[in-house]
């Protein structure tokens, strides 16, 4: 499976600190995507890295890939008790479908 | 807000029934996917769409079927559920590429007593 992982699988800091979180995948891929799902929902698109980027951002959101390490990190700055979710890596091969990571579970404590 | 709509949002119902979960969007997205999603856990695809009268089974076994009829509307069916069905269905569409933004409906939440 080429499924990603994020670590930690659960995450709880202050309103205002910054939140990171980490993707790892097994396959070669096409593009990473960021999705948010609040409890109960479904998910929501993020960001959209491509293959032969290494960097991208968005709002208070910035993405990092690093390929020959088959990783990928989700950077929230300044967060707020709204960005409280669940959050998931899926990897895109370009071929047919994306996959999921487990998830990272964020609560953020106003 | 994405313009892709689930019907029900929460559905109990027993043993042995029929049913069906809507899934409608109007982006004239070309395709659509059914992911099964237990509490906390990863989301497994159990079917997709890459448009009229194009049905293909996903990653994850599922005793569930599929028809696509019309581009706007992926709905699925389970003839006889049981407590193992008993799950979030979450629908979600793309336009056709290689790079596949989804979009994705509220969900279903499923419980079968």
């Known amino acids: 499976s080429q499924q990603g992982e994020e670590d930690p699988q659960a995450l709880s800091i202050q309103e205002g600190e910054n939140a990171t979180m980490n993707c790892s995948y097994k396959t070669s891929i096409n593009n990473l995507q960021w999705y948010r799902q609040n409890s109960g929902r479904g998910l929501v698109h993020l960001i959209l890295i491509r293959s032969n980027e290494r960097e991208k951002h968005s709002g208070r959101l910035r993405v990092t890939l690093d390929t020959s390490k088959k990783s990928s990190s989700l950077l929230i700055t300044a967060s707020r008790a709204a960005d409280t979710a669940s959050y998931f890596c899926a990897t895109g091969t370009g071929a047919n479908n994306l996959f999921f990571g487990t998830g990272t579970r964020l609560t953020v404590i106003p | 807000e994405a313009d892709i709509y689930q019907t029900p949002r929460y559905l109990v119902i027993g043993t042995g029934k029929k049913i069906t979960l809507e899934c409608s969007q109007t982006?004239?997205?070309?395709?659509m996917y059914w992911y099964q999603q237990d509490p906390g856990m990863e989301l497994h695809l159990i079917h997709y769409s890459y448009g009229v009268n194009s049905t293909e089974k996903g990653d994850l076994s599922s005793e569930s079927t599929v028809s696509r009829i019309r581009t706007e509307h992926f709905p699925l069916t389970l003839e006889s559920a049981r407590p193992s069905h008993t799950s979030q269905y979450l629908c979600?569409?793309?336009?056709?590429?290689?790079?596949?933004?989804?979009?994705f409906g509220s969900g279903t939440q499923l419980s079968v007593l």
């Open positions: 982006m004239g997205h070309d395709k």
């Open positions: 979600a569409s793309s336009e056709l590429g290689g790079h596949e933004k989804l979009f």
